[in-house]
Structures are given as C-alpha cells and as structure tokens.
T-cell receptor
Framework: AQSVAQPEDQVNVAEGNPLTVKCTYS??????LFWYVQYPNRGLQFLLKYITGDNLVKGSYGFEAEFNKSQTSFHLKKPSALVSDSALYFCAVRDGTGGFKTIFGAGTRLFVKA | EPEVTQTPSHQVTQMGQEVILRCVPISNHLYFYWYRQILGQKVEFLVSFYNNEISEKSEIFDDQFSVERPDGSNFTLKIRSTKLEDSAMYFC?????????????FGAGSRLTVL
C-alpha cells in the first residue's frame, strides 16, 4: 500500500535562509511524487512533481525537490526563504502500478520569520 | 486561471442529518475526486469518479457516502446520516486525465461541522 510520511509538524526558518521540508514515501511500484501547498482558506495548489529523469526537479516560486530512491525520500527545498512562503505543505505519492488515488502526507507547516 | 469551486464553504448540521456538498470541477477535466481532512490530520482519499461511475474508493467511503454528477457541471458528495466523526474539511479535486503524472486541481474546501 502507498504511504507518505512528513516527520515534522512545523518548520521554522528565518527569511533569506535555506529551507527543507522532509518527506519519505512507500509504494509498491515506481513512484510519482508531488508537492502541494495550501494557503489559508485556499485549496491545495500544485508545486512540483517527479515522474522520471533527473532527481532534482524544479517547480513554482523557486521551490525544488530532490528524489532519492535509496532513501525513499522527496524533500522539498528552497535556497532562500521568503515570508510569503509561510504555508502548509503536503507531500503526495501515486503508485505507478495503477489506481486512481493520490495519497497525501499529514502536512508540514512552514513558518518563515522576517 | 480555471478553478474548482465548492459550496458551501462551511456547513453546520445535527448528527443524523443528510448533507450534500457541491463541487464544480474544471470544465475540460474528466476525473473527479473527494478528499477529506480531519482537523490536524492528514488529507485522506475518499473516492474517485470517472465516466459517471466510481473508479476507486477508500475504506472510509462506506454506505453512508455517495457521489453523483447530476448534470454536466456539478459533482456532489452526499453523507446520508452524519456522525460526529464526519466533521472535517472536504476537498473536491479534478484532473484532466488519469495518467500517473496527473496533477490534481483542488477547490478551497467545505468545512463540515456535525453537532
């Protein structure tokens, strides 16, 4: 069965510093991996995805994520955090063997302090 | 930019009452989903819907739940007899295709409070 773990409930970082939001996954086939962000009173918005190819994928708003197959991880990163990055971030996985569902992690709240 | 819209944004109901949550997916999307998030917990898959039938459902989606696409635009989630534990944020999502790489577009959610 698919599963996603986000080990940190909250990540605090100062503006201008690099940020990392952690995610590990478990799937039975090749994984399709996603990051979504949720701002207050809004739905989840797509940030980036890994399907195949380069392990480092780039997405919206300067975010990137690194796929590590041996560690089954897909950590979200940004070189320099902005206060406006403060939001709830969800890692998600879809099993490449089929099925219609995308499975989400519990979410990590990112707080960027000015 | 096209949006998924959900109504109501917040509904309060008494235990045992029926609730219908409504969603208007993006017009050229073919796959529709309901997810829910109980406060402080993960976003959980409920059901996916394609070609006017359920394509997959989770163990949460029991006989108290049903989905329908009554016309060409709306996609509804009905909870027949609400329980306290149904209190959650319910998210509708849609996608253009079914490929593993498909991206879900979410609505802003409907908060259901069962008293």
């Amino acid at each position: 069965a698919q599963s996603v773990a986000q080990p940190e409930d909250q990540v605090n970082v100062a503006e201008g510093n690099p940020l990392t939001v952690k995610c590990t996954y478990s799937v039975s086939g090749n994984p399709y991996l996603f990051w979504y962000v949720q701002y207050p009173n809004r739905g989840l918005q797509f940030l980036l995805k890994y399907i195949t190819g380069d392990n480092l994928v780039k997405g919206s708003y300067g975010f990137e994520a690194e796929f590590n197959k041996s560690q089954t991880s897909f950590h979200l990163k940004k070189p320099s955090a902005l206060v406006s990055d403060s939001a709830l971030y969800f890692c998600a996985v879809r099993d490449g063997t089929g099925g219609f569902k995308t499975i989400f992690g519990a979410g990590t709240r990112l707080f960027v302090k000015a | 930019e096209p949006e998924v819209t959900q109504t109501p944004s917040h509904q309060v109901t008494q235990m045992g009452q029926e609730v219908i949550l409504r969603c208007v997916p993006i017009s050229n999307h073919l796959y529709f989903y309901w997810y829910r998030q109980i406060l402080g917990q993960k976003v959980e898959f409920l059901v996916s819907f394609y070609n006017n039938e359920i394509s997959e459902k989770s163990e949460i989606f029991d006989d108290q739940f049903s989905v329908e696409r009554p016309d060409g635009s709306n996609f509804t989630l009905k909870i027949r007899s609400t329980k306290l534990e149904d209190s959650a944020m319910y998210f509708c999502a849609s996608s253009r295709d079914f490929s593993g790489a498909n991206v879900l577009t979410f609505g802003a959610g409907s908060r259901l409070t069962v008293l």
